[in-house]
């Protein structure tokens, strides 16, 4: 079972990686447009500025999980540097259970009662004659927190399986 989880964690990271690179992509796009349009013909566009701010808000949402994957997030390493590889991962493995599982499930339950509410009242940019859709951006949250617990479980018990593998 615990296979099946991983591949399929792995194919998500690998789906959403793919998606993140092409927001950067579209994100660089939409802010050079907006730079050009305003310098050099003195013209702007709101919706070309709540475009390129729904790329950045679905890429960093999206990036949370990504990182987890490639273990390049953030840590605090002031402890570890003197444990033993086995306590490092074993601490790896609480460290799902006890901070990120417990936080991404508050975070979830918090965000479902707005979610709801922006999703009945279509909620749109906040600016005059701006996009619409930002109740479309705020749903990337929930997905984004799935995908970190998905992330976060099997980082934590590939920690748990190397760990079995330094004791024997």
């Given amino acids: ?52 701010a729904y790329c950045f808000a679905v890429l960093v949402m999206l990036s949370v999980p990504v990182a987890l994957a490639a273990n390049r997030h953030v840590r605090v390493d002031i402890l570890t540097r003197w444990w033993s590889p086995r306590a490092n991962r074993f601490l790896q493995f609480l460290s ?7 936080v991404c499930l508050l975070i ?23 996009l619409g859709g930002y109740f479309l951006v705020k749903s990337v949250l929930p997905l984004a927190f799935i995908f970190l617990i998905l992330q976060g479980f099997v980082h934590g018990y590939r920690a748990k399986a190397s760990c079995k593998d330094l004791s024997e």
Avoid: H, N, Y
């Fill in 1 to 52: 079972m615990f296979e099946f989880i991983t591949k399929f964690a792995d194919r998500l990271d690998r789906i959403t990686r793919f998606f993140c690179a092409m927001l950067v992509a579209g994100f660089f796009g939409l802010m050079l447009a907006g730079v050009v349009l305003r310098q050099v013909f003195a013209s702007g566009s709101v919706i070309l500025q709540d475009l390129s």
């Fill in 96 to 102: 799902f259970w006890v901070f990120l599982l417990p």
């Fill in 108 to 130: 979830l339950v918090q965000v479902f009662p707005d979610l709801i509410f922006s999703w009945k009242i279509r909620e749109g940019s906040g600016e005059p004659e701006g």
